[in-house]
């Protein structure tokens, strides 16, 4: 029964995927409504995350934030369903990408690189970039243990222009594999999710203690690969331009922290501007900090 209603709901996907972006917008409307007023999705740990992380905002300014998340996460989920039957046009018309030149830099090089992105603002629209560069663009991402028939959409969905989705369990491998390939890799992280409860790696970020993935510090030591950062910036529904940074440009000349830091001071700079567009209903701070382990 439960593999059934998997496949349906990849069967309402995939039918969903074919309507206009004007019936999209409309059901993502509902669906706002739905999450916010009625089922109430996940609002405690929403709010409170908010509260926490901007102390200095009024309770109106706050309720304005949420009821914008709210908004723009019913238009991503939407947005990504479409996806799937995007045309090439429908994307270059919707996805400005800007920076690109510095993957060309490092192909010419022969270099691999780490992309260090964020779940700020539509991330899964990311796999697009491989019609633009040369080097193979490897997406990172945590396997689910609920519907696998789902997954596998979301997948395919990623990799329709040739990306590669890599299980975070095998990121640190397959960098060191690229690091040596004839084609070079650029790996792709969105590394401002909750690790694992015994992080090595807590700093500050929007005024809490923080733990941070040290697997991007980790495969940036080992392969010495320039890091670079992916911004999306939301200029319109269903629109998005893409910018990209220079974080690292040599790892091994740098402290091992300076790595992870240069991308936590970005994000948060990013999300200080426009806080309506990050994951909030994520569990980012469930864990607390070991004695033993310092704040960097």
Known sequence: MESL??????????L??????????????????????VIRYRRDIVHENLTRSFPEKS???????EKKFYHHLSDIGLETIKYSRMTEKQIDDRLKVHNLDLYEEYYQQGKSIIVLGMHHNNWEWSGSLQRFIKAQFLVVYNPTRKNKAFERFLLDTRER??????????????????NHAERPGSLMLAADQ???????FWTIFLNQETA????????????????????????GRGRYEVFHYKLVENPAEVKPE?????????????????????LWSHRRWKHKRPEHIPLQ
């Open 5 to 14: 209603v998997d496949r349906f709901i990849v069967v309402l996907c995939k």
């Open 16 to 37: 969903t995927a074919r309507l206009p972006f004007w019936v999209i917008f409309g059901l993502a409307d509902i669906f706002y409504f739905v999450i916010f007023y």
């Open 59 to 65: 309770k109106e300014e706050i309720r304005k934030i």
């Open 161 to 178: 222009f040739g990306a590669l989705s890599i299980p975070v369990n095998h990121s640190v491998r397959t960098a060191l594999e690229f």
């Open 194 to 200: 909750t690790p694992i409860a015994n992080s090595q």
């Open 212 to 235: 941070f993935f040290p697997g991007p510090m980790k495969i940036a030591i080992k392969t010495n690969q320039p890091v670079i950062m992916h911004h999306t910036r939301k200029i």
């Open 258 to 278: 300076e790595i992870l830091m240069a991308y936590v001071r970005k994000l948060e700079e990013i999300i200080r501007a426009e806080p309506e567009y990050w």
